[in-house]
């Protein structure tokens, strides 16, 4: 793109901007303009940084200075334009407008997991790759780019889990606001197991009723009570011996403080640990002592093959070494769906109004029906969701399998605050109808991916 497009695609988004009659379609155009011209000022960007790092043995403090960001920004920014450098083809597409720059972000991402020879040939080929790219979103993309690096792995993958074990890191630091921080990084098996143990501790300190002081935001409340989970579970000395014992589960999926409820009474205690209030009394966390548990999803009705489909869901990535010494040893539940229906899943499926939380059996169930969030077109994953009743609790909703859906953080707050409508045909076929008027539907949920 030359400088003169850049210049007429901002006349057009001020001209949209003056338009108090603009319809969708003009203002989806000024965006469009925004993105193109976005793009090749983030082309510019990369050539500058380029240019410097040959002449400033700290380019990264230089960009951070210039863009008033922090050195962690820069040094992304620093990263951007190295990948630009080896990706001719992204870089002349990036500078057209045609992709954004978090596409390529998503190959200095991937290119990361791998090393030397293997890392080249990944960046090479998403290079080759700059058309799907243009046709692509970013997360689409790097989709693709995982699958490219996948094939590129020799072995079983334990290479990589050793590498990630060694990985692991933890820092503290006290931020401007007095607030001590806490970072840490895990391989992924570890780190389902002590997702799980947060998750178990949340419904165990916030099932029935949350803190006075927890935020309203549907994302700043689900991290307030992960860090009195987290709080809890390190300082409390009987739970933090329970948290030594080996063999825990896989997480047990989304949590289901869909916020359409409210606790019984003022029925409250502090927790020791922290001061922040619970239910009292308050219930242990559900015991995990014992073999970890996946999910069996039995498709008895998958287009193309003879005979059911079954395909384990485990929450992260393990390789095949792991995987086969931890089935050998696993609690393994078989759930057979077909086209939308939950034809078996062991446990009571259905609680009515005797319990506003999901259990356990409920939330095995919908895993298997769902990869995803259940809104058309997200891409969160289902144990980042949280269960949703489709006739809210306070409106008299049930527990039942059939008033439950997985659903991220933003749509759930587009549900309950932005006025979005749900409605489940009899094979979970669903209906969103929108503020404006427009509805969008699907049809039976699927855990299959595009070919």
Request: proline fraction near 6%; charge should be negative; charged fraction near 25%.
């Amino acid at each position: 793109m030359e400088v003169a497009g850049v210049v007429e695609r901002v006349g057009h988004i001020c001209a949209v901007r003056a338009n108090p009659a603009a319809d969708a379609a003009l203002i989806k155009s000024g965006l469009v303009a925004i993105r193109e011209a976005r793009a090749w000022l983030d082309a510019q960007q990369g050539g500058l940084v380029r240019s410097l790092r040959f002449i400033d043995s700290f380019a990264e403090n230089t960009v951070a200075d210039a863009a008033k960001q922090s050195l962690g920004r820069a040094a992304k920014t620093t990263e951007r334009s190295d990948t630009l450098d080896k990706t001719p083809n992204l870089a002349d597409a990036l500078e057209d407008g045609a992709i954004t720059a978090e596409h390529v972000d998503a190959v200095t991402r991937a290119s990361k997991k791998l090393d030397g020879a293997k890392r080249d040939e990944l960046i090479r080929r998403a290079d080759r790759l700059a058309d799907v790219a243009k046709a692509a979103t970013a997360e689409e993309y790097a989709r693709r780019l995982d699958l490219e690096a996948k094939k590129l792995q020799e072995g079983d993958g334990m290479d990589r889990l050793e590498r990630q074990r060694r990985s692991a890191r933890a820092r503290s630091w006290v931020d401007v606001e007095g607030m001590w921080n806490l970072s840490v990084r895990f391989d992924p098996l570890t780190g389902v197991k002590i997702a799980s143990r947060i998750d178990a501790m949340v419904q165990a300190l916030f099932g029935d009723e949350v803190p006075d002081e927890c935020p309203q935001d549907p994302f700043e409340k689900q991290r307030y009570l992960a860090a009195q989970a987290v709080a809890q579970l390190l300082l409390d000395n009987a739970m933090a011996s329970h948290d030594n014992s080996d063999g825990d589960g896989a997480d047990p999926g989304p949590s289901d403080d869909d916020g359409d409820g409210h606790g019984d009474g003022d029925t409250t205690a502090r927790t020791a640990a922290t001061g922040t209030r619970r239910p009292a009394p308050t219930p242990s966390p559900p015991s995990r002592s014992g073999p970890p548990e996946f999910v069996a999803v039995i498709d008895a009705d998958a287009p193309g093959h003879h005979g059911p489909v079954v395909e384990f869901s485990i929450p992260v990535e393990i390789p095949a070494r792991v995987l086969a010494t931890l089935a050998g040893t696993a609690d393994i539940h078989a759930v057979v769906v077909r086209n939308g229906i939950v034809l078996y899943a062991p446990g009571e499926l259905n609680l009515g109004r005797a319990t506003r939380l999901a259990s356990r059996a409920q939330r095995r169930a919908l895993r298997a029906l769902y990869r995803d969030c259940a809104i058309p077109g997200c891409t969160v994953g289902y144990d980042r969701c949280k269960l949703h009743h489709i006739i809210w609790w306070i409106d008299g909703g049930t527990t039942d399998l059939n008033n439950l859906i997985p659903v991220c953080s933003m749509h759930h707050a587009k549900i309950h605050n932005n006025g979005w409508i749900i409605e489940l045909g009899p094979n979970r076929e669903l209906t969103l109808r929108l503020p404006d008027g427009s509805i969008r539907t699907t049809g039976p949920p699927t855990r299959r991916t595009a070919a």
